[in-house]
């Protein structure tokens, strides 16, 4: 208990109020979630639990995002993107705000006691409207965040996502969001050949309704200078974060086949989860 305060106090200058709000969600979670069998990467998941803590890693533009929200919208726990919490900052055009637009404008991390300090608000928003378990994206995303976190509650099972660098360059590029509905497209069209015996990989975009045509908007760190420089933080900072939950047994890697429709329910099943009855009749 004292490393757990004590990790949280160095971390951030936030109160233990924050460290409880991570521990009543996690107890929460963890009372009802599902065993993961790490060692053999294939989760049960019980259509009644599903009260899961799992995080998300990969690369810039890998699409932790769109898996990570799709997920938490089957398994009804919140899709909490600390990238999301950091553009809320910018645009609420606080105190913090000038000081976050040039950090992620050159592709830098955020300090830890930032991002925790976010982290923490969202959870307790969050906790007062009955939430609990939750799909992490965009945190940990050095070894030091994970220590923390690792400190403060039980992950379950952490998915690393993987694309070739060429594929996510492109992706991107062609990242586009509708400034009024706050839904991701991407007009990029990508066809890139597999290398070291690996498959090639094609990408149908994901176009906009016509509604939002007009309304899309770029990420202003999706430049291409820009998102070298976030790959490049990526592969300094955040790999060893991959190794951090390896040594675990709690890491899952998953690379992805293809886009959205063809890895969606390759994913599920790696993740022994059926597709939601909503989507098979969406997709119908
Ligand atoms: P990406 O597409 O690169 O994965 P995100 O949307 O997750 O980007 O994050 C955007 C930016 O927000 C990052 O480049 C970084 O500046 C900041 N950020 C997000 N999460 C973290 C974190 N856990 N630690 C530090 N900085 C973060």
Same mark, same amino acid.
């Given at each position: 208990?004292?490393?757990? $305060?004590?990790?949280?106090?160095?971390?951030?200058?936030?109160?233990?109020?924050?460290?409880? $709000?991570?521990?009543?969600? #996690?107890?929460?979670?963890?009372?009802?979630?599902?065993?993961?069998?790490?060692?053999?990467?294939?989760?049960?998941?019980?259509?009644?639990?599903?009260?899961?803590?799992?995080?998300?890693?990969?690369?810039?533009?890998?699409?932790?995002?769109?898996?990570?929200?799709?997920? #938490?919208?089957?398994? *009804?726990?919140?899709?909490?993107?600390? *990238?999301?919490?950091? &553009?809320?900052?910018?645009?609420?055009?606080?105190?913090?705000? @000038?000081?976050?637009?040039?950090?992620?404008?050159?592709?830098?991390?955020?300090?830890? %006691?930032?991002?925790?300090?976010?982290? #923490?608000?969202?959870?307790?928003?969050? %906790?007062?409207?009955?939430?609990?378990?939750?799909?992490?994206?965009?945190?940990?995303?050095?070894?030091?965040?994970?220590?923390?976190?690792?400190?403060?509650?039980?992950?379950?099972?952490?998915?690393?996502? @993987?694309?070739?660098?060429?594929?996510?360059? =492109? @992706? !991107?590029?062609?990242? &586009?969001? !509708?400034?009024?509905? *706050?839904?991701?497209?991407?007009?990029?069209?990508?066809?890139? @050949?597999?290398?070291?015996?690996?498959?090639?990989?094609?990408?149908?975009?994901?176009?906009?309704?016509?509604? !939002?045509?007009?309304?899309?908007?770029?990420?202003?760190?999706?430049?291409?200078?820009?998102?070298? =420089?976030?790959?490049?933080?990526?592969? %300094?900072?955040?790999?060893?974060?991959?190794?951090?939950?390896?040594?675990?047994?709690?890491?899952?890697?998953?690379?992805?086949?293809?886009?959205?429709?063809?890895?969606?329910?390759?994913?599920?099943?790696?993740?022994?989860?059926?597709?939601?009855?909503?989507?098979?009749?969406?997709?119908?």
């Amino acid at each position: 208990m004292a490393a757990m $305060i004590r990790a949280f106090r160095s971390s951030s200058s936030s109160t233990l109020t924050n460290y409880f $709000i991570w521990r009543s969600l #996690s107890t929460a979670a963890s009372s009802s979630a599902a065993p993961l069998k790490s060692e053999s990467f294939s989760p049960f998941i019980d259509t009644k639990d599903k009260n899961v803590q799992w995080v998300f890693l990969g690369c810039p533009g890998v699409g932790k995002g769109t898996f990570a929200s799709r997920l #938490s919208a089957q398994l *009804g726990v919140p899709h909490i993107a600390t *990238g999301d919490l950091v &553009r809320e900052e910018l645009s609420a055009s606080g105190p913090l705000s @000038k000081q976050l637009t040039e950090i992620v404008n050159q592709g830098k991390l955020v300090s830890d %006691e930032i991002i925790i300090s976010l982290l #923490s608000k969202r959870l307790e928003t969050g %906790e007062a409207k009955g939430e609990s378990g939750f799909i992490l994206d965009g945190f940990p995303r050095t070894v030091r965040q994970a220590e923390i976190l690792d400190d403060v509650t039980d992950i379950d099972l952490v998915v690393n996502l @993987k694309l070739p660098e060429k594929v996510l360059v =492109e @992706k !991107c590029l062609g990242r &586009r969001i !509708c400034s009024q509905c *706050g839904k991701n497209f991407n007009v990029a069209y990508i066809n890139v @050949k597999g290398e070291n015996g690996n498959p090639d990989i094609s990408m149908d975009p994901l176009l906009p309704p016509p509604q !939002c045509v007009s309304k899309l908007i770029t990420r202003s760190d999706d430049t291409e200078a820009i998102v070298s =420089e976030r790959l490049r933080v990526y592969y %300094e900072k955040s790999q060893p974060v991959e190794d951090f939950y390896r040594s675990q047994g709690k890491l899952m890697e998953f690379n992805l086949p293809g886009g959205l429709q063809e890895s969606w329910p390759k994913l599920l099943e790696a993740l022994n989860l059926d597709e939601n009855e909503d989507e098979q009749s969406a997709a119908v």
